[in-house]
C-alpha cells in the first residue's frame, strides 16, 4: 500500500479536520503529493499540492485562505489542515503522490499513486 488516509469524520459548519496520509514505498520518493476530493455525483477536482521540499504549492480558489497544506519529511506524512468548513466541503478526500513533479500539480492525471479515501462530512 503506498498511501494511506486518516483524518476524516462529520463536523459542524465552521468547524476544523486535519487529515494526513501516509507515503510507503516508491509513493515516498514523490516529488509532489496532493489532495483531491469528490462530491457525490461530482468529478474529482484538485485541493491542494505541496513539493517534497515544501517550498511550492498550491490551492483551489474555493479552499484557499482556509486549508493549508504541509508536509513532514522524516514521517513521510502530509497533512491538509481544514478550518471554517462548508457543507460545500462535503467530498471524499483523496492523497495523491506524483513522482516526476512536472506540471503545476493541480491535473490529476499528473498523479501516479492515489490513497483510498477518507470522507469528510460538514453539516449545515
Known amino acids: 500500500v503506498e498511501l494511506v488516509e486518516s483524518g476524516g469524520g462529520l463536523v459542524e459548519a465552521g468547524g476544523s479536520l486535519r487529515l494526513s496520509c501516509v507515503a510507503s514505498g516508491r509513493a515516498a520518493s514523490s516529488e509532489r503529493m496532493g489532495w483531491f476530493r469528490q462530491a457525490p455525483g461530482k468529478e474529482r477536482d484538485f485541493v491542494a499540492t505541496i513539493r517534497r521540499d515544501g517550498s511550492t504549492y498550491r490551492y483551489a480558489d474555493s479552499v484557499r485562505d482556509r486549508f493549508t497544506i504541509s508536509r513532514d519529511g522524516d514521517k513521510n506524512t502530509i497533512y491538509l489542515q481544514m478550518t471554517d468548513l462548508k457543507p460545500e466541503d462535503t467530498a471524499v478526500y483523496y492523497c495523491?503522490?506524483?513522482?516526476?513533479?512536472?506540471?503545476?500539480?493541480?491535473?490529476?492525471?499528473?498523479?501516479?499513486?492515489w490513497g483510498q479515501g477518507t470522507q469528510v462530512t460538514v453539516s449545515s
Open positions: 495523491a503522490a506524483d513522482q516526476s513533479g512536472r506540471g503545476t500539480g493541480t491535473y490529476e492525471s499528473r498523479y501516479d499513486y
